[in-house]
């Protein structure tokens, strides 16, 4: 299994970018999978992931601004980000967790595989 996160990029404070990450060796039609993100001088933190039935879950910085959804047929799960603020600038990370039971995981011991990281500017 391989993840392959993109889309990052510098943006204005206000504006929106789209993360994806395309998944190889397994379907994301039943994986739960989530977005995380590692700001200047933070541990990573959770932003956002989907389970294996389609719900969603967000952390509460993002609520309301993000949007983590699956595309089947590009096999890929992307993160849709809307009016961004400079405190959002980090590393961002997408995570498998390959248990098949529970619900969606907000601590990263719980996620499997990692792709590589995208890096997201916002500039205020």
């Known amino acids: 299994v391989q993840l392959q996160a993109s889309g990052g990029g510098l943006v204005q404070a206000g504006g929106s970018l789209t993360l994806s990450c395309a998944v190889s060796?397994?379907?994301?039609?039943?994986?739960?999978m989530a977005w995380f993100r590692r700001g200047p001088g933070k541990e990573r933190e959770f932003v956002a992931g989907?389970?294996?039935?389609?719900?969603?879950d967000y952390a509460d910085s993002v609520e309301g601004r993000f949007t983590i959804s699956r595309d089947l047929a590009k096999n890929t799960v992307d993160l849709q980000m809307t009016s961004l603020k400079p405190e959002d600038t980090a590393v961002y990370y997408c995570g498998l967790d390959l248990t098949a039971y529970g619900g969606i995981q907000t601590h990263t011991r719980a996620y499997d595989y990692w792709g590589q990281g995208t890096l997201v500017t916002v500039s205020s």
């Open positions: 989907t389970g294996r039935t389609g719900g969603t």
């Open positions: 060796g397994r379907t994301v039609r039943l994986s739960k």
